[in-house]
Structure formats: C-alpha cells, structure tokens
C-alpha cells in the first residue's frame, strides 16, 4: 500500500468526483446526484478492481491534465476521449499501469459528453450523506474540493493491481446508436391531446445547448399545447420528462430539484439513462414507448452484462 | 387514493387533488408506515403536498404486488402510523432591515406592518413537505388575509434564514439562493446544516410556530450559532 498523489496542471472543461449519489434524501429536498453516466462510472471502477461506488472523475467535454506522484492503476470509461500518457496516446477501457512521474493528458471528447477516470484504492477526499457528489444549487464548503480546479490535488491510497483488465468490444457503448430513448408513460400523459402525443413520438427533437446535468432539454417545443394551470407540487425523478407551460420537453437529470408542478408526460426508462447523460447539444433524438415489463427485463440484460467484468 | 406507474421502478399514490392538512396527513401517515414496515423491495418515499412517490427496486418487487400491498393497508387501523407532533419554535427577526418586503406588502393589504407580524406569528404551521432545495420546507396555511403575490421579479439573491410569504404557504430560506417570495423576516436559526449528522431542522409533519424577536435577541442567537453554544434542540418541543 502507498499514497499516490494527483496533481490537476489543467482542470479540463467541468470535471467533478462523483459517485453513485445519494438516493433517499429526496424527501429533505436533496437532489440524488451522482454520475450522469452510471453504466460507464461502474465499468470504470471494476477496470481497476474497486468497489462499484467508489469516486471517479467526471470529465465533461474536455477532459483534465494530471500530474502524477507514485504509481497509479487507472481507467478510462465513457464518452470516447483522447488520452495521452507521456504523450503516448493510449487505449480507453482497460486498466492502465501509470508509473509515478507521468503526466495523464485528457483532451477533447470526440463521441459523447462524459467520460470517467477511474484510480485503484481509497480516495481520500470529502463525503456529505455518504456520498462525494457535490450539490449544485449550493456549494456545500466541506465538497468544493470535489469541483476540480486548476492546481487543486487529490490522493488515493492504492496498491499493485495484478489482475489487469480490458472490457469486451461488445460491452463497449456505441455513440452511434444512442438516438432512440425508451420512455414509460408518466403521470400527467394525458392532459396532452392527441395530437400533441402524436407528435411527440413521431418528432425528431434536438437537444439544447442549455443542457446540464440538472436537465436535458428539447429545442421543438410541442405546438398547440395547451398551458395548464400550475399543478400541485409533486415529486420528480431522474428520467422524469417535464412538459413546461412553452410545450418544451425537458428530461430531468441527476441535480434536477426534487419537486416541481409541471406534467410528468413519461419517464425515460432506467437502462435508457446513461444514453440521456451522453447527449451532445445539436444531436437529435426521438422517444419510443415501452411497457414496464420490457424495460425491467433491459435491466436484467444490462445487469448480467456487467457480471462479466466482476 | 389511486396508485400509477411512475417510470419503472416507482409508483405514484394520488390522493385528493388539493393542497389541505388533512390530505397532508394521510400522505404523510402512508408514508411513515412504508418506511416502518419496508415492504419486500421497498427503497423510499419522497411525500409531497397530496401525492406520494414510492421507489422500489423493480429486480425484487413490481408494480403490481406493490400496489396490491399498500391497497391492503388500513392506515386508520394500524398503530405503527401515529405521527409525532413536534413543534419547533423558530424566532423572527421583523424588524426593517431584516424584512425588506413588509412595509409594501401590508400597505397592498392595507393593515399595518403589527397587524401582519402578529397574524404570522400567531398561527402554528404544519410542514407540508420539502422540496425547491435542500431543507427547504414548505408551511401553511397562512392566514387568508396575508395571502400573498409571488413577487414580478424574483431576487437573484435572497440572504440565508429570509423568511418569505408565497399563496397561503410562508418558509425559510436555508441558505442564499435566488427567490420570488415576499420576505416578511429573518431568523438566525439554520433549517439546514450542512456539518450536522442529520443537517434537516424540519421533517413532514412537523408543526411551526414563528416567535417575534428584536434585533438584539437575533444577534445574541447568531453568535450563539457561530461559537456553536446555541442547542437547537431547545427549539423543539415533542407533542404527545
């Protein structure tokens, strides 16, 4: 066991320590949280032979360049990303042997939005409500340092990792084939006509340049929706599909707030998330309904594909 | 009560459509009876003002069982429901440079600035849920009286303990943020702490009741809070 020390020479465009979230907290106000691409956050920790829910980094757009002090056992999952290691560009998912002294250069993201660095070991960094994500809407003191900054350090207590690993091409998520998000009908589906749900599975819609990890929003807005009166505030999920008073669908993301009064048209189905955490702003889409049946049976399939990186 | 999907592994309990204490308390019941029993594949509950959402991993349970199961509840019938009453008594700072919407919202409802204190502060309040933010709880009902207008324009910041007014629902900011309410006071007390175990002063179900202070009284509570001398559990008062 050693301590191996990472120093952020560039902090990249927004990278955060996120983990799974904390799920639960919802009935205080607080928002779940966690790494907008759950899929590729887990695959990234079993590369390097850690627990599910340990902290990884989450790199938006452009990723940062990291200095390191003491060997390291990485992985890079996610969004497709240049990675260069002493200016050697390198392979994404599989573990990585750094040796102490590197320099980890992350650069442009190229297919996807997200990508995730895993490290080996226990990171030594700060945990509100058993989780290291880091709340939007306020910046708790005790998690600013889960905000990477520019000279900001991280340490991670680790060890030889034997066991190297390379995720099966299959397993591998296609950037290309990310288009068709499955939906459940919600709630308040109905108090759209018709037409307007006519249209709102049959329309190409295009993700917004606004688009956060509080919220995904669609740039056509749904035409002739009649505006509803403000409903009773009610609770919101991540994957909740909000129709707003304009007619814009906006899909509800990890740091969305927890409560809110517009319709819940449909719920994007859980397997379908980690796609919604990877839309690029311009890319265009379309929503296909399922049953709860065919999505549960998606996450056994999703489930037992990943037992295979155990 | 009518029980739907809600996306694939929650479903959402729709009690009567209106924001009334004794639809909040059946909501509130059912829900301190899911987390008490914690049916097979039960996860958690968020409450809301006459709905209730309930997550559930949908490898151990389903819709169906699950629904069937909180059907078959006879919340009246079951002892494990009763909600404790706490009321936490919160002190309110009124005075001017501490309520900077109150001298023009009793003038749009043509009483004056004591007449509105003493029928803010004379009401107890039942928490009704939380939501918008983090420790952020909703209280109500006002007094139809000092019914209030959402402000045109909502501040981009609105300092941390502000006490607002919004329809018939009053609450306190937790900490700075943006916000439309009318702000009518401050307290020094933090409904949200960031470095307690539990940082949630207020929880549904909870009742509320504002106490009118000076300025000295706050800053006193205020420094009381910064040197960690202030025992916030001497807010709280347990009901029966």
Not at chain 1, 252 to 269: K, Q
Not at chain 2, 44 to 72: G, H, M, Q, W
Request: hydrophobic residues 35%; charged residues 25%.
């Amino acid at each position: 066991m050693w301590e191996t020390k990472l120093e952020f020479i560039r902090p990249g465009l927004h990278s955060l320590i996120q983990d799974r979230g904390r799920a639960g907290l919802q009935s205080s106000g607080v928002p779940q949280g966690g790494a907008m691409d759950l899929r590729s956050m887990i695959i990234s920790n079993r590369l390097v032979g850690n627990r599910d829910n340990n902290p990884t980094i989450e790199m938006t757009l452009m990723g940062p360049k990291i200095k390191t002090i003491g060997d390291a056992y990485i992985a890079i999952t996610g969004a497709n990303i240049e990675v260069k290691i002493n200016d050697k560009p390198t392979p994404m998912y599989e573990t990585l042997h750094v040796p102490s002294g590197s320099i980890i250069n992350l650069g442009k993201i190229t297919k996807g939005v997200r990508s995730y660095m895993a490290i080996n070991g226990e990171w030594k960094i700060d945990q509100w409500l058993e989780s290291c994500s880091p709340l939007p809407v306020i910046i708790l003191k005790n998690l600013q340092s889960n905000q990477i900054k520019k000279n900001s350090s991280l340490v991670v207590n680790t060890q030889k990792l034997i066991n190297k690993k390379t995720l099966a091409e299959n397993l591998k998520p296609n950037f290309d084939r990310q288009n068709n998000i499955r939906v459940i009908i919600g709630p308040e589906y109905n108090l759209m006509s018709r037409s307007n749900q006519s249209y709102f599975f049959k329309t190409k819609f295009t993700v917004h340049k606004n688009s956060n990890r509080m919220a995904v929003s669609m740039v056509e807005h749904i035409p002739n929706f009649k505006k509803q009166k403000e409903l009773i505030s009610s609770a919101n999920l991540i994957g909740t599909i909000q129709l707003n008073n304009q007619g814009q669908l906006i899909i509800l993301m990890n740091d969305a707030g927890t409560t809110g009064g517009y319709p819940r048209i449909a719920n994007v189905i859980s397997s379908d998330l980690t796609k919604v955490g990877q839309l690029k702003a311009g890319e265009k889409i379309n929503f296909e309904v399922v049953d709860i049946d065919f999505a549960i049976n998606e996450i056994k399939k999703e489930k037992d594909s990943l037992l295979s990186i155990l | 009560m009518n029980i739907v999907p809600y996306g694939d592994h929650a479903l959402l309990i729709k009690f009567e459509n209106k924001i009334d204490f004794e639809v909040n308390q059946k909501v509130i019941s059912l829900s301190n009876f899911l987390i008490e029993t914690s049916p097979n594949g039960f996860r958690y509950c968020i409450p809301a003002y006459c709905s209730l959402t309930v997550v559930y991993d949908p490898l151990v349970t389903n819709f169906a069982k699950l629904r069937s199961k909180i059907e078959s509840i006879d919340i009246k019938n079951e002892k494990k429901n009763v909600i404790k009453s706490r009321i936490i008594n919160i002190p309110v700072c009124y005075q001017k440079n501490y309520a900077p919407d109150l001298e023009t919202f009793a003038r749009s409802k043509s009483k004056s600035v004591e007449e509105i204190i003493s029928l803010h502060s004379s009401k107890l309040y039942h928490v009704y849920m939380l939501g918008f933010l983090p420790g952020f709880a909703y209280l109500g009902k006002t007094d139809e009286s000092i019914k209030a207008e959402r402000r045109a324009s909502p501040r981009l910041k609105v300092p941390a303990g502000s006490v607002g007014l919004a329809g018939l629902q009053t609450a306190i900011y937790p900490y700075e943020s943006p916000g439309g309410w009318q702000l009518i006071g401050k307290t020094p007390i933090k409904p949200f702490n960031e470095v307690k175990e539990n940082p949630f002063l207020f929880q549904v179900g909870d009742q509320v009741k504002f106490r009118e202070i000076g300025a000295d009284e706050y800053k006193a509570i205020e420094i009381d809070i910064i040197v960690n001398k202030f025992d916030t559990e001497s807010l709280i008062d347990v009901g029966n």
